[in-house]
C-alpha cells in the first residue's frame, strides 16, 4: 500500500432525513463505502471506521486510506492450449483475437503460461492491472454507497446547476442533497454525485451555526469543527448519549422518573437501555444539538387513564412523560429542542400550547365512552368484519367464549369463576368500538379494563379483559389470574385454529397474523404457568369448539401442534440449551409444558454422568432392533430367560425400574434418570452376550419384550437416543 496515506471524510449534507430510518442509512452509507475502498486496496481490510448522521447529513471517516492502490498481478485464463495453438505451435486467429480485446498484440504470445485446468492445459495471461486512485476510487465506492443506501422512499427532484439541463435534469435520492465534502487528510478528492462536486465546506446548524459555511480544514477536524463552528453533534451515538444524559438529569431534579426508563435498573444499565428506545432513537433523529426542557399540562387531565396521555405524547408530539415513585403519570413532562434560547420560556410556551388539544381529545373520547357500558357494544362487533372466511368479530368473541368455557372446565373453575370467564371473554373485544380505541388501537384491551371496572363488572374481568392479549411480545408479562390466563389462551387459540383451519399459514418471513407470536404466547402461558394442561388436549377442545361454531373448517390440529412445537424448539435452543437437549425431549411430545425445562435440566445432569454416552448408544441400539420387529411384544417370561446377561438385566430391571418410574411419577426428572444410569453395566453385559434374534421363536420373543420394558423405562423423560453422538 502507498505511503501517501492518510484518513478520509466524506459528508453528504441533504435537507432533513426521515427519523426512524436515519441510524440505518447513516451506518449502510458508512459501510458500503469503506468496504468499497477496502475491496479497492485503497483501505486496510482494517481501517477503522466511523459513521456519522444526524438529520441532515451521512458521514464516513476511513483511517488510513491511500492515495493510490497498489498495483495487483493479474493471471487471466484465454482458452485450452489445443484452441490458441495449433499443430506447429503458433497462434491462432481466435487467440489473435482474444488478445486483441485485452489490449495486447502477438508480441504478448510468447509470454503466455500454460497451466493445467481440470483434465486440459490452457493457457493464461499474466499482466499487472494498475491500482485505482483515490479520485477514481472513491467515485465508484460513493455511488456504490448511494446505490445501496435503504431508502424507505425515494424522492426525484430537479438539478439547478451543474448538470446538462438546468432546471430538468432529474436525479433521485432520499432527500434533495445540497452539499458534498470529501476531505483526504485536508486536500479534497475530486468527486461528484448527485450533480454535486466536493469541496471541504458543510453548513451547521440552521439556526445556531456560528459561521456559515462550516470549513473543515482537515478529516480528523470534522466533529470538533461541527460542534464548534456549526453547533451541531455529528455522530448519531453521541448526540444520543447527551440526549439521554440530559433527560435523566432533568428528571431527577424533578424527583421523577421517565416513562420510556426501565426500573429496578442501575443507571448504567437504564442508560444503555434507554439508548436503544425507539422514542429515543427516533428524537436524536430530529435534532442536530439536544437542549432538554421542562413543560406542564393542566392537572385535571390526569383523570384520564395515563396510557393515553402517555400514548399521545409519545406518538403524537415525541415527547417524554414522567412518573412518580409509584409509577403515576405527572403533569410535568420533558421536551428535546433543537434550539438553545437564552429565554427558553416561547419554545416552553408553545409546546404546552401544542400538547393541550391533543390531551383534551383523549379526555373527550374517555367521557365520550363512558356514557356507553361495554354489554351495549357487544352487539355491534357482528358488523365488525374480521377475516372473509371467518366471519365478524361478533362471530369470534362467540368462538372466544366456547373455547374459553372448555379451558374453564379443563381448569377446574368453580360456577363463579367460571361466569366471570364468560363475562371477560364476551366483553373482551367491545372496547374495539369505543372511540379511544379507533383512536388509539395500540390501548385495546387497556381501555377495556377502564370501562369494566366504570361499569361495576369487578377487579377480575376487568383484569382478564385487559390481559387477553399478553403476552404480546417476548419478555412480556403473563395474564395476571386464572381467569385472565384462560381469557388469553382462548383468544389466542381461536386465531391459531382458525387460520390453520383455513389453510392461512406463516411463509417465510411473513406472518400477517402474527401466528408465531400468538404460538410463543401459548407456549409462555402454558410453560411459566404451571397450570395442568395437556397441549394437544387444549388443542382437542379448542377444534371441537370452534368446528361447532363454524362447521367446515379443516382438522389442522396435527399441522398446529407440529408448529407449535416447532416454535417451543427454537425457543428453548434461545435459552441456551443444546439441540439435542431440546431434540431428546420433545421428540416424546410432552404435553404438560410447565415440566418440560426440568426434564431438561435432567438431561442436561444425566449426560454429564459416565454412562450417559454408553446407554444413549445402547437405547439407539434398543430402538432399531425394535423397529425392524413386527412382533407384538407381550410380558417378558422369567421362565424363558437362559442367559446369565439376560438373567442379570432382567433382575436389575426389577430393582430399578420401579425406583426410577416412582421419582419420575414425584417429577423428579433428574433423580429418574440417574438411577437408570446403574443398568449401563448390565445392558452392556446383555449385548455382549446375548442373540436377541434367536432362532426359537419363543426365545425371541421373549428377548424383545425385554427390550421393548427397558426401551420405555429408559424413554420416560426424554428419548435417550439422541443423545448418541
Excluded at 54 to 65: D, I, N, T
Excluded at 278 to 306: I, Y
Aim: hydrophobic residues 50%; glycine residues 6%; negative net charge.
Amino acid at each position: 500500500m502507498s505511503m501517501n496515506t492518510h484518513n478520509l471524510l466524506v459528508e453528504l449534507f441533504v435537507e432533513e432525513l426521515p427519523p426512524k430510518a436515519l441510524k440505518k442509512l447513516g451506518l449502510a452509507f458508512a459501510t458500503v463505502l469503506a468496504d468499497n475502498l477496502k475491496a479497492q486496496g485503497l483501505a486496510a481490510a482494517d481501517a477503522a471506521v466511523m459513521d456519522y448522521a444526524s438529520p441532515r447529513r451521512l458521514a464516513v471517516h476511513v483511517a488510513g486510506v491511500s492515495a493510490q492502490a497498489p498495483d495487483k498481478a493479474v493471471s487471466q485464463k484465454l482458452m485450452p492450449v489445443a484452441v490458441g495453438l495449433d499443430a506447429s505451435g503458433q497462434a491462432t486467429p481466435a487467440l489473435l483475437k482474444k488478445l486483441q480485446a485485452l489490449g495486447a498484440g502477438p508480441e504478448a504470445i510468447a509470454g503466455l503460461q500454460k497451466r493445467m485446468d481440470g483434465k486440459a492445459e490452457a493457457l493464461y495471461f499474466d499482466s499487472t492491472v494498475r491500482g485505482a486512485s483515490l479520485a477514481e476510487g472513491l467515485q465508484k465506492a460513493l455511488l456504490d454507497a448511494i446505490a445501496k443506501l435503504p431508502i424507505p422512499k425515494v424522492m426525484s427532484y430537479q438539478l439547478e446547476r451543474d448538470c446538462e439541463l438546468p432546471g430538468w435534469s432529474t436525479v433521485s435520492f432520499v432527500r434533495p442533497a445540497h452539499g458534498l465534502l470529501a476531505l483526504h487528510g485536508s486536500a479534497v478528492v475530486p468527486v461528484q454525485a448527485l450533480g454535486l462536486q466536493a469541496g471541504n465546506s458543510t453548513q451547521g446548524h440552521r439556526f445556531e451555526a456560528v459561521v456559515s459555511p462550516v470549513v473543515i480544514a482537515h478529516a480528523d477536524d470534522y466533529a470538533t469543527t461541527l460542534a464548534r463552528d456549526g453547533a451541531v453533534i455529528a455522530s448519531f451515538d453521541e448526540r444520543s448519549r447527551a440526549m439521554v444524559q440530559a433527560l435523566r438529569s432533568a428528571a431527577k431534579r424533578l424527583s421523577r422518573r421517565l416513562e420510556v426508563e426501565p426500573a429496578l435498573l442501575t443507571d448504567a444499565q437504564a442508560e444503555e437501555v434507554l439508548l436503544e428506545n425507539a422514542l429515543v432513537q427516533e428524537v436524536t433523529a430530529l435534532v442536530e444539538r439536544p437542549t432538554v426542557m421542562v413543560c406542564n399540562f393542566d392537572e385535571v387531565f390526569l383523570q384520564v387513564p395515563q396510557e393515553c396521555l402517555i400514548l399521545t405524547m409519545k406518538a403524537n408530539q415525541k415527547y417524554f412523560p414522567l412518573l412518580d415513585a409509584d409509577g403515576k403519570l405527572s403533569n410535568q413532562f420533558l421536551i428535546v429542542s433543537n434550539i438553545n434560547p437564552a429565554d427558553p420560556s416561547f419554545v416552553i410556551g408553545g409546546n404546552e400550547r401544542v400538547v393541550r388539544p391533543r390531551l383534551a381529545d383523549a379526555k373527550f373520547f374517555f367521557d365520550q365512552d363512558r356514557k356507553r357500558s361495554l354489554e351495549s357494544r357487544v352487539e355491534g362487533l357482528s358488523k365488525v368484519v374480521y377475516h372473509n372466511q371467518l366471519g365478524t368479530q361478533g362471530d369470534r368473541m362467540l368462538r372466544v367464549c366456547s373455547i374459553a368455557r372448555a379451558i374453564s372446565q379443563a381448569l377446574q373453575l368453580d360456577a363463579n369463576l367460571s361466569a366471570q370467564v364468560q363475562t371477560a371473554a364476551r366483553l373482551a373485544k367491545a372496547d374495539l368500538l369505543t372511540d379511544m380505541v379507533g383512536e388509539f388501537p395500540e390501548l385495546q384491551g387497556t381501555m377495556g379494563g377502564y370501562y369494566a371496572r366504570h361499569d361495576g363488572l369487578g377487579e377480575a374481568v376487568a383484569i382478564a379483559i385487559e390481559d387477553h392479549y399478553k403476552p404480546r411480545f417476548a419478555g412480556d408479562e403473563l395474564p395476571r389470574s386464572q381467569i385472565a390466563l384462560a381469557v388469553a389462551l382462548a383468544d389466542k387459540l381461536e386465531t391459531l385454529v382458525g387460520m390453520f383451519g383455513i389453510g392461512n399459514l406463516p411463509t417465510g418471513d411473513k406472518d400477517p397474523f402474527a401466528l408465531r407470536r400468538h404460538a410463543l404466547g401459548v407456549i409462555r402461558m402454558l410453560m411459566e404457568s404451571a397450570q395442568p394442561l395437556a397441549l394437544e388436549a387444549l388443542l382437542h377442545d379448542a377444534s371441537t369448539a370452534y368446528a361447532s361454531l363454524h362447521p367446515g373448517l379443516q382438522d389442522a390440529n396435527a399441522a398446529l401442534a407440529n408448529f407449535i412445537f416447532d416454535r417451543l424448539s427454537g425457543a428453548l435452543r434461545e435459552q441456551g440449551y443444546s439441540a439435542q437437549e431440546v431434540e431428546a425431549v420433545l421428540a416424546l411430545r410432552p404435553q404438560l409444558l410447565a415440566e418440560v425445562p426440568k426434564q431438561l435440566a435432567a438431561v442436561r445432569a444425566f449426560s454429564a454422568l459416565p454412562e450417559s454416552a454408553a446407554l444413549a448408544a445402547a437405547n439407539k441400539r434398543i430402538g432399531n432392533i425394535l423397529k425392524k420387529s413386527d412382533a407384538a411384544q407381550g410380558q417378558v417370561n422369567a421362565a424363558l430367560l437362559h442367559e446369565a446377561a439376560e438373567k442379570a438385566l432382567f433382575a436389575a430391571m426389577q430393582s430399578i425400574v420401579p425406583q426410577a418410574d416412582a421419582l419420575f411419577a414425584a417429577k423428579d426428572y433428574t433423580a429418574s434418570l440417574q438411577a437408570l444410569a446403574a443398568l449401563r453395566a448390565p445392558v452392556d453385559a446383555f449385548f455382549d452376550g446375548v442373540m436377541v434374534n434367536a432362532e426359537d421363536p419363543a426365545l425371541k420373543a421373549n428377548r424383545l419384550a425385554l427390550l421393548q420394558q427397558l426401551h420405555s423405562a429408559m424413554n420416560r423423560v426424554a428419548d435417550l437416543s439422541k443423545l448418541a453422538a
